[in-house]
């Protein structure tokens, strides 16, 4: 193996929730913009420290639901009242009243595929294959560590100053992480 | 004000305000070991045992099914004026039980009550293999299930369609969305921990199993962001999904015009025994997996003291809704109305009735003492007699308001075969096989819930944000 390695990012592992979260800080405030945060659940108040903006899914889940209630709307009007009408007891063909349980169940329905699939359209998920995933320190962020990652595609990413921010914010076991 | 405050407070070890949700101070490791453990670990010889009795029973009852669908529903006792019987007893009993499931995990997490942790992951589980059950019985009970197809609409030759204007069909579609979304909930909860137990399990096959199942999931914040927002959603939508679920199985009852089924009560006071019957089946399971497993520092006294409450407020519920409709009987003048009541408490069926009111409207009384309610062998016996008491609650409305209908020339008597308790006999086996094998080969508690509410798991601090 001679091949030359890739630079991918400099990692350092955090326990401590608060060390994490002041670190964060630090480190946006050094003007760093590529970097994530890997946890094994989600830390209260990480996405405002890292600066995230809102996640737009709820917009996704909307636009699933109305589709749901509009399908629904058109499938018993268009099946009842215009393909085949069918007098059953002289109940009409079309009323709000009754397609209420089928509206609301489809819209449901839809709003759940769209905030799934949504969910994971927008983590780019799935991806069987993660840079990172022969670094023990990284996978040890699905049990007890907060593995903070600042990667090489940064402006201001330099091998050195990247691990002394890392190791100067109490980070332990800075590393540079190749591929 | 309250910024200042927060900021201020030191870090110091106060003793909890509330009873601790976790026992024993485990750190976050142990709980991955613990919990993922369960998963890495081989089966015992009492798992391996309870696993071939219910799978015994789900093979008996798989092939009474495959029996009854080779020779017709014949074979089952139902005759006229009794025409729906066991079958669509245990479909509502069955579909009940999976609502617990939805409100602990949909409901409890939009009330933020953060005891659900424990319980939820198993409770989805159990309401998507009792939905799978349920959906069973009246796809047998069609005669023809090899034409259950044709109430989907669908563009066909003879150019027909469902008609909407039928409870039947909103049946069709409130339970097929019900188990699709539960799946759907159920799944991705699960996805952190598969990533978990991905990284912890060695062994090759396990390894690539998980791996496919967890997506590559990594834990990214930004992942997290979205996947909390998703949550929140599915939990939101689930709420109305599951008041909406049994009302639709009622309306299968309440559209019609049989005095004993067309009651306007019925929607609410189905949710009501749904939760019920649901939550008494999430004890029975959880106290035996709590057992088997070791999980008393995770499924705690506090959280069946908490199911318990459910269990007597709920119970309550029911018997509200009992004695109402015996008021409205007597006030509606109607003399079937009043005659099915009263046949309905001491008529051939008044066994079934009061076995229902002794389970359902006493038992839970037990419940307003602290010490039963902490009692882990009072409680499981009460959650068996209440799944019996929920069972005979839909027995009681579907067969006694049938037998006894306008025309006391049809009046009949209903009992039912050997093949019909096969079947649902069946559907037990078929319930506990694959609940055993979830508490088996998925993580049976909720780990990165778990995690996020163990003492010093959040930041303590308040910490500015960088503008």
Known sequence: MVAKLKPLAVMGNYKDPDALLQAVVEIRKAGYRYFEVYTPYPIHGLEQAMGLRRSRLPYISLFGGLAGLGTALLLQ???????????IGGKPFFAWEFSVPVNFELTVLFTAFATVIGFLWLCRLPRWYSDYQHDTGFRAATDDTFVVSIESRDPLFSIEETRALLERLGAENVRLVEA | MAQIAVEATPRVDREPLRESLV??????HDVTEKIAGIVDRPPTWKYWLTLSVTGLAAAWGIFCIGYTIATGIGVWGLNNPVAWGWDITNFVWWIGIGHAGTLISAILHLFRQRWRTAINRSAEAMTI??????????????????????????PNQMYMWVNFRSPLVWDVFAVSTYLTVSILFWYL????DLATVRNFVQRRLPKAIYSFFSLGWVGAARHWQHYEIAYLILAAISTPLVLSVHSVVSFDFAVSILPGWHTTIFPPYFVAGAIFSGFAMVLTLVLIARWVLNLQDFITLKHIDNMNRILLATGMMVGYAYAMEFFVAMYSGNEYERYVFFNRAFGPYGWAYWTMVFCNVAVPQLFWSRRLRRNVVVTFIASILVNIGMWFERFVIIVSSLHHDFLPASWGYYA??????SIYVGTLGIFFTLFLLFAKYVPIIAISEVKAILPRSQPQHHVPVAA
């Open chain 1, 77 to 87: 009007w268009w099946t009842g009242a215009v393909d085949y009408p069918l007098n």
């Open chain 2, 23 to 28: 026992l024993g101070n485990p750190t976050l």
């Open chain 2, 129 to 154: 293999f009792a939905v799978i059950c349920a959906g069973l019985f009246p796809l047998i009970h069609l005669g023809r299930p090899w034409f259950a197809y044709w109430l989907l609409p669908y």
């Open chain 2, 189 to 192: 909860g699960l996805l952190p």
């Open chain 2, 416 to 421: 039912p075969t050997w093949v019909e308790v």
